[in-house]
């Protein structure tokens, strides 16, 4: 049998030898291959030999064979990650060394800090903010030009330095009333006074409603005789089509009657200046942003207050 | 294909099914030394070879000005900055759709060409072909004709085969690593980039290139040369699926040629073909195959057999062509020895050359009409809308300004499709709508903010338009306005 097979036998159509396998009379034709192609082969061979010295290749209970080279990916990532910061100093140096004002000229700088700020605020802002940073009930859009305790870059930065009702001692703080909860107001005199704020958004609301007085002598002094806020004490704007804790009739009850107190951590010593002041730029621009010059035109802070009773929406 | 029992050669080996010797699975290479030929074809390839290696090594340096803001060679791919320039030309990388049509362009008329003339890119115009034919001049320069190369290989190690191998190797070498230089030169400032060669400065990529096809050159034309062609290639295997009886081959006139056989001068030819069997169409084929047995695989239809054959009727005194360029159809069925005429039109033919001209027309109308400037418009996605405190709706919107134009230019943006529409940017300092600058071949991108008093409803569409300060062309770009949360 076998010395059959080794025998060269040519077909007759196709003049091709045969390699004498033959299956129910097809036989099958011999095209050999070319010899340098069983050398690639080889070599190949050798190559991945080769490999699996050199490099992490054979996986072994609690992990894999290391190679002779020491190759490891974590080095490679530890090289870029060192490139990259190298990269970024050249930047940091001259953001840190420039203020907001030069900053937001400079479109290099701005979209370094732009960049930056986005990612800083992904990591720890996202969590409460939103990725978007379109925030949630009891969470401030950052978006939108509504700002309780102010819009400029610099507000902006302080709020995120030190935080809202964080213990911090330069804090922003204020607290609102629990009208309901307290017994400063009767369950009719709230339900009065919210009407009152509801219609103040739809213009509906005037003088001679009930909710008129009641306002006046219990939640201008914060914010203010027109309700349009006050930022000193990060007291929201009534009149306006935001509601940070929900606009229907039965949510801003809840609001008076319990009264809100949200809460934002202190960033300066977790976070680092530059950090907070690239996040700073990034809410900045994120489309309410106010410049320092219109400051007193927008908020219009009548400031009427001794201070005593202090606010939040 | 392969070896057809019809003819002399294979006879004896067809007839019998006798068992001869072991079975070889793998076939070792048999060099090849073709002999040098004179003739029509191989002229035509003396020249075409001098013309695609001259424009190969020297287009990288010729100049083309583009003004001060854009590089001034003629072909340059930029892969850093991402642009490519050929001449007139020149494309972004969002435009590579344009790279994907001169593919189709170039496969399409590869078949077209294939189907009228044959093989004839194999013969005369691959880089594979090219290089091989350079690299067997040199080597006959050096060790001489055909049986010269031969005898100096085969026989043993001496003085003279060392110094003659090794000239023929430096040389060799020599041309691959120009090759390998030149390609490089194509992807970077050719100037630039020869100065800092010398300087030994050059980058670790270029280098690696520069390493790794002087070695593919110099591999694949001084030693695989007929191998590539043969068991590499994939276009010598499905080039045949283009042929048909009125396709131009290169083929031996059987009919005419048959019985073969040696013929002393002033004999009778009676009983005999015009073939004399003198094997010069075997000695000069670069890949080393014998036309007589057929329209074969191997066969890179380079013409060189029938000008040997040409030599070789003229000197016994019968007519050219016993080896010849033409059809099929033309070596098969013809029945007077008057020359039929080619048949260009066939349905092959006519579907190849209206896909070509459609597919060139739009490809070319593609790259003329092309804009200078173009407009991209994303609609941010989080948040897709945002309310202020006076009621207005704002959507964010990031804008790509392509300024392909080698000048720097202002823009204006407005916005159609919104009543009562505010367009503000969001930038560095303060950029007013209507003086939007981008710096010349670049792209700029700007943040902006539509806000409108509007009530809530269904998304709808809006129009962006861009318009070029200095010249007035306008772009647009649709996408839309989003007013309230999505309920499902």
Not at chain 1, 85 to 112: H, T, W
Not at chain 1, 128 to 145: I, V
Not at chain 1, 261 to 284: C, E, F, K, N
Not at chain 2, 58 to 65: C, K, M, N
Request: hydrophobic share 40%.
């Amino acid at each position: 049998m076998t010395d059959e097979h080794r025998k060269v036998e040519v077909d007759e159509i196709s003049g091709v030898n045969t390699t004498g396998h033959e299956w129910d009379g097809l036989k099958e034709l011999n095209n050999p291959l070319p010899r340098w192609w069983v050398w690639v082969f080889v070599a190949c061979c050798i190559w991945g030999a080769w490999y699996w010295v050199i490099y992490p290749s054979w996986p072994i209970p609690g992990g894999a064979t290391k190679g002779t080279s020491g190759y490891t990916q974590y080095d490679e990532l530890k090289a870029s990650q060192a490139e990259i910061i190298k990269r970024q100093e050249a930047y940091l140096d001259k953001f840190d060394k420039s203020s907001f004002e030069d900053v937001m000229k400079d479109p290099e700088l701005y979209s370094f800090a732009v960049a930056g700020g986005s990612a800083a605020f992904k990591d720890n802002c996202a969590t409460c903010h939103g990725t978007g940073a379109e925030g949630g009930k009891g969470y401030p859009n950052l978006n939108d030009d509504d700002w309780l305790w102010g819009g400029t870059i610099n507000d902006i930065y302080t709020t995120i330095s030190y935080g809202i009702r964080s213990g911090h001692e330069e804090a922003r703080s204020s607290q609102m009333p629990a009208f309901g909860k307290d017994s400063i107001l009767k369950k009719e005199e709230i339900e009065q006074v919210v009407d009152y704020v509801l219609g103040l958004s739809e213009g509906k609301s005037n003088e001679a409603m009930p909710g008129y007085a009641i306002f006046q002598s219990n939640c201008a002094s914060c914010h203010g005789a027109d309700a349009k806020g006050g930022r000193d004490f990060g007291a929201p704007n009534l009149s306006d089509a935001i509601w940070l804790y929900g606009g229907t009739k039965d949510e801003v009850t809840n609001t008076v009657y319990n009264a809100h107190a949200g809460v934002m951590p202190t960033w300066q010593a977790r976070l680092g200046d530059s950090t907070v002041r690239q996040l700073a730029i990034y809410v900045h621009q994120l489309g309410g942003g106010e410049k320092d010059e219109t400051k007193s035109v927008q908020t219009g802070v009548q400031s009427p207050v001794e201070s005593p009773v202090q606010v939040s929406e | 294909m392969g070896c057809s029992s019809k003819d002399g050669q294979c006879k004896n080996s067809c007839a019998t099914a006798a068992p001869t010797d072991d079975i070889q699975l793998f076939k070792k290479q048999e060099r090849i030394y073709p002999k040098k030929v004179k003739g029509k074809f191989r002229t035509i390839k003396w020249v075409l070879m001098v013309l695609c290696l001259a424009f190969y090594y020297l287009a990288p340096f010729i100049r083309w000005d583009r003004g001060p803001n854009a590089p001034d060679q003629a072909i340059l791919i930029d892969l850093v900055k991402g642009r490519a320039y050929w001449f007139w030309f020149e494309i972004w990388p969002q435009e590579v759709y344009i790279l994907t049509g001169i593919l189709v362009v170039a496969a399409i008329a590869l078949f077209f060409v294939t189907s009228l003339f044959g093989r004839v890119w194999c013969g005369f115009f691959c880089f594979q072909t090219v290089w091989t034919d350079l690299f067997v001049w040199v080597e006959r320069m050096i060790q001489g004709d055909s049986f010269q190369r031969k005898k100096l290989h085969e026989g043993p190690w001496t003085v003279a085969k060392i110094f003659k191998l090794g000239a023929t190797y430096l040389s060799w070498f020599l041309i691959s690593w120009a090759t390998a230089g030149s390609f490089v030169l194509y992807f970077n400032d050719a100037p630039t980039l020869v100065r800092s060669f010398f300087e030994f400065n050059v980058s670790t990529t270029v280098l690696a290139f520069i390493i790794g096809l002087t070695t593919s050159t110099y591999i694949l034309a001084g030693f695989a040369r007929e191998q590539v062609c043969t068991y590499m290639c994939p276009y010598a295997r499905f080039q045949s699926a283009m042929f048909d009886k009125d396709t131009l081959i290169i083929s031996y006139d059987q009919k005419r040629g048959e019985p073969r056989g040696k013929h002393k001068k002033g004999a009778d030819w009676s009983g005999l073909g015009d073939c004399v069997d003198c094997t010069a169409c075997v000695q000069v084929c670069p890949t080393g195959i014998d036309i007589r047995d057929g329209l074969q695989m191997e066969c890179i239809a380079c013409g060189l057999c029938i000008d040997a054959c040409d030599e070789v009727m003229d000197k016994v005194g019968l007519p050219r062509g016993l080896i010849a360029y033409h059809t099929e159809r033309y070596f098969d069925e013809r029945t007077t020895e008057k020359k039929e005429k080619f048949k260009f039109i066939r349905p092959r033919t006519i579907y190849y050359a209206v896909i070509l001209t459609v597919v060139s027309t739009v490809m070319l109308s593609a790259l003329i009409g092309r804009s200078p400037l173009e407009l991209a418009v994303l609609h941010d996605r989080n948040p897709l809308f945002v309310k202020l405190s006076n009621g207005n709706i704002r959507n964010g919107y990031d804008i790509k300004i392509l300024n392909k134009t080698h000048d720097h230019r202002h823009y204006t943006l407005s916005v159609d499709g919104i009543e009562n529409a505010d367009i503000r940017l969001n930038s560095a300092g303060d950029v007013p709508i209507n003086q939007i600058y981008v710096e010349a071949d670049s792209v700029g991108h700007y943040k902006v903010f539509v806000e409108s008093k509007i009530e809530p409803q269904e998304p709808f569409d809006i129009k962006f338009y861009l318009k070029d300060n200095e010249t007035g062309e306008q772009v647009k770009h649709e996408t839309m306005f989003i007013t309230k949360r999505i309920e499902k």
